[in-house]
């Protein structure tokens, strides 16, 4: 497969590339994995089963000690309601945070101009704002079960180009149809973070689309988000070694084979 990568991300080094997920259930879990990790990855990652437990305060506590913090909502409600959590998002000082781009046009737009409003008027730094098209966890037969007919291709792009078009910055979604959104949006700052990555040597766990971290960053995709590898290692500073080795020996595979073509 011949790598597809926006050249606004080509620069990143390996390290960057990292949002560890905090899947942990305590803020003190969450210390030590951010403590120990702070120097060696590009961000963290909270969702909903540690914000759910701790609460923003959380999120607050790591953005002032100065972490990258992905926000991990799924924002997916009515406009005004999700527009109004998006604002309280950027408040919060996250890097990045994310929607359902299922919850339509008007969502993201009203959620993308109110963000950006309220950072001009308060002179806050605006985050990025990430669409989820389709879970990693969802086989096609899910999509049937959600009366969906499309084929997981179609739907991933179909919301992709719908998601930068209403101006969102980038999407989530599966290494597997990274290559078809790079080719989909004509944005070329457009982003893909690709949860489900696993090392060479991983587990798949439940997830259903998943991908090495070679493998995805070929694809197109600018930013990892991994979990379990690394959170349930015996070393996690170990673990994120080996990942970012994989990643330096992806990145350098991909510069030669743009500069032999």
Same mark, same amino acid.
């Given at each position: 497969?011949?790598?597809?990568?926006?050249?606004?991300?080509?620069?990143?080094?390996?390290? /960057?590339?990292?949002?560890?997920?905090?899947?942990?259930?305590?803020? !003190?879990?969450?210390?030590?994995?951010?403590? &120990?990790?702070?120097?060696?990855?590009?961000?963290?990652?909270?969702?909903?089963?540690?914000?759910?437990?701790?609460?923003?305060?959380?999120?607050?506590?790591?953005? !002032?000690?100065?972490?990258?913090?992905?926000?991990?909502?799924?924002?997916?409600?009515?406009?005004?309601?999700?527009?109004? $959590?998006?604002?309280?998002? $950027?408040?919060?000082?996250?890097?990045?945070?994310?929607?359902?781009?299922?919850?339509?046009?008007?969502?993201?737009?009203?959620?993308?101009?109110?963000?950006?409003?309220?950072?001009?008027?308060?002179?806050?730094?605006?985050?990025?704002?990430?669409?989820?098209?389709?879970?990693?966890?969802?086989?096609?037969?899910?999509?049937?079960?959600?009366?969906?007919?499309? /084929?997981?291709? &179609?739907?991933?792009?179909?919301?992709?180009?719908?998601?930068?078009?209403?101006?969102?910055?980038?999407?989530? $979604?599966?290494?597997? !149809?990274?290559?078809?959104?790079?080719?989909?949006? &004509?944005?070329?700052?457009?982003?893909?973070?690709?949860?489900?990555?696993?090392?060479? /040597?991983?587990?798949?766990?439940?997830?259903?689309?998943? /991908?090495?971290?070679?493998?995805?960053?070929?694809?197109? $995709?600018?930013?990892?988000?991994?979990?379990?590898?690394?959170?349930?290692?015996?070393?996690?500073?170990?673990?994120?070694?080996?990942?970012?080795?994989?990643?330096?020996?992806?990145?350098?595979?991909?510069?030669?084979? &743009?500069?032999?073509?």
């Amino acid at each position: 497969m011949k790598p597809i990568q926006s050249p606004d991300h080509q620069q990143l080094d390996a390290k /960057s590339r990292i949002i560890v997920a905090l899947d942990v259930d305590s803020a !003190e879990a969450a210390r030590e994995i951010v403590r &120990e990790l702070s120097n060696s990855v590009g961000g963290f990652k909270i969702g909903l089963q540690l914000f759910t437990a701790e609460g923003p305060s959380i999120v607050r506590e790591f953005v !002032e000690d100065g972490s990258r913090i992905f926000l991990d909502l799924k924002f997916h409600d009515i406009p005004n309601t999700a527009a109004k $959590a998006s604002v309280e998002a $950027a408040r919060c000082g996250v890097w990045m945070f994310n929607l359902h781009t299922a919850g339509g046009s008007e969502m993201m737009r009203r959620s993308v101009g109110e963000v950006g409003d309220i950072c001009e008027r308060e002179g806050l730094v605006r985050p990025l704002i990430i669409g989820v098209t389709v879970l990693t966890s969802m086989a096609p037969d899910a999509l049937v079960e959600t009366g969906i007919e499309r /084929s997981m291709d &179609e739907q991933v792009k179909r919301l992709s180009v719908l998601a930068a078009e209403c101006g969102l910055d980038g999407v989530v $979604a599966s290494a597997l !149809e990274a290559q078809m959104i790079r080719r989909s949006v &004509e944005n070329r700052e457009f982003c893909i973070v690709t949860p489900g990555v696993r090392p060479a /040597s991983g587990t798949f766990d439940d997830q259903s689309r998943v /991908s090495t971290p070679g493998a995805a960053l070929a694809a197109g $995709a600018d930013f990892l988000v991994i979990g379990r590898p690394i959170v349930r290692a015996q070393n996690r500073s170990t673990a994120v070694a080996n990942i970012v080795s994989e990643i330096e020996l992806a990145l350098n595979e991909m510069n030669f084979d &743009e500069t032999s073509n």
